[in-house]
Nanobody
Framework: QVQLVESGGGLVQPGGSLRLSCVVS????????IAWFRQAPGKEREEVSC????????YYVDSVKGRFTISRDNAKNTAYLQMNSLKPEDTAVYHC????????????????????WGQGTQVTVSS
C-alpha cells in the first residue's frame, strides 16, 4: 500500500521557520516527481513548489521564492519543504503529492504531480 505521511507543521511567529517532511512508504521515491500544495480557508488550492524526477529542476510560486526550498532524500524515501521567513499569508494546510511524470518546464506543470497525496499538515503563522 502506498502511503504519504506529512509532519512538521505547527504555529510559528512571523519570520520563523519550519521544515515539512513527507515520508513515502510502499515504493521507492526516486522514480517520482514531488509537489507541495497548500490551501487556506476561502482560497483555492495553490501549487507551492515541485521537483522533477527527470532532471531535478525545481519550481516555486512567486510568493515563496527565496524563502522556501523543496528537496528530497531518496535513501530515506522522504520529501521536504524548508520554509523560512514565514509570513501570515503562508498560513494553510500543506499537502505533499507525488506522480511518476516529469514536470513540464514551469510551475504550471506542478498541478499534474498529484497521483498520490499526503493527509496534510497545518501551518499557522501568527503573532
Amino acid at each position: 500500500q502506498v502511503q504519504l505521511v506529512e509532519s512538521g507543521g505547527g504555529l510559528v511567529q512571523p519570520g520563523g521557520s519550519l521544515r515539512l517532511s513527507c515520508v513515502v512508504s510502499g515504493f521507492t521515491l526516486d522514480y517520482y516527481s514531488i509537489a507541495w500544495f497548500r490551501q487556506a480557508p476561502g482560497k483555492e488550492r495553490e501549487e507551492v513548489s515541485c521537483l522533477s524526477k527527470d532532471d531535478g529542476s525545481t519550481y516555486y510560486v512567486d510568493s515563496v521564492k527565496g524563502r522556501f526550498t523543496i528537496s528530497r532524500d531518496n535513501a530515506k524515501n522522504t520529501a521536504y519543504l524548508q520554509m523560512n521567513s514565514l509570513k501570515p499569508e503562508d498560513t494553510a494546510v500543506y499537502h505533499c503529492a507525488i506522480a511518476p511524470y516529469g514536470v513540464q518546464g514551469a510551475l504550471s506543470g506542478c498541478k499534474y504531480i498529484s497521483r498520490y497525496w499526503g493527509q496534510g499538515t497545518q501551518v499557522t503563522v501568527s503573532s
